[in-house]
């Protein structure tokens, strides 16, 4: 195995099941990202290129700098639902993606795209309403298609790690990483969270009772 390190392809990971993933669905990432000790969400890097929100599983790719050989790849093997989370090591200068693989995409009924790098063709993804695509930034400048890379694998993203079949959550603030082994645990105390939130902006009723309380502590000059 070792001699395949830097071009390999793991096929079998575990997803969370689709009625966990489904239960997630609505919740913002401020409030799931609240109840994992405001950790796992990516940084400011990470932001959305359509109003489409993201939700499932994540299938991960790592590639070079400016190359996609393995995004195409892993167009083919992953399955419906699948968010393709792609590691280009946060390089501006290529484009991992545009339109048409997002149409391909699309067609084999992923749950999306997440770049940790450049996409291009932003114009006709922002009016996607199905399909959610999250990158760093834009660049017109296509990449190359000679590899190597690694499908499967522990990448960066954001900021963060994310792990084969670790469930992500994003909408316009960006996007929370939930590690599958949490995600059943997590899933009553962030609806908790959201609903508590959306009782208080409804009746206006917003608790400030823990700012008098840190005032307490704080002589006024």
Request: proline letters at 6%; glycine letters at 12%.
């Amino acid at each position: 195995m070792s001699r395949n390190i830097g071009c390999r392809i793991i096929q079998t990971i575990e997803r969370p099941s689709p009625e966990l993933i489904e239960a997630f669905r609505g919740i913002p990432s401020s409030n799931i990202g609240d109840q994992m000790g405001r950790f796992y969400c990516t940084n400011s890097s990470i932001r959305s290129f359509n109003a489409s929100p993201l939700l499932g599983p994540a299938y991960t790719v790592k590639v070079p700098q400016g190359d996609n050989l393995m995004v195409h790849i892993a167009l083919e093997l992953a399955q419906p639902g699948d968010i393709l989370v792609i590691d280009g090591e946060g390089d501006l200068s290529h484009a991992l993606l545009g339109e048409i693989m997002v149409t391909y995409a699309r067609q084999r009924k992923l749950g999306g795209m997440v770049v940790n790098g450049c996409i291009r063709d932003t114009e006709a993804i922002s009016q996607l309403t199905d399909f959610p695509v999250y990158a760093m930034g834009a660049t017109p400048q296509g990449p190359y298609k000679n590899g190597p890379g690694e499908i499967n694998v522990p990448v960066c993203c954001g900021g963060l790690a994310v792990l084969p079949g670790d469930l992500l959550v994003g909408d316009a603030d960006g996007v929370v990483v939930i590690r599958r082994e949490d995600a059943a645990s997590l899933v009553e105390v962030a609806h908790k969270k959201f609903d508590s939130e959306t009782q208080m902006l409804q009746t206006g009723r917003i608790n400030r009772g823990w700012v008098q309380e840190a005032l307490k502590g704080i002589p006024l000059m």
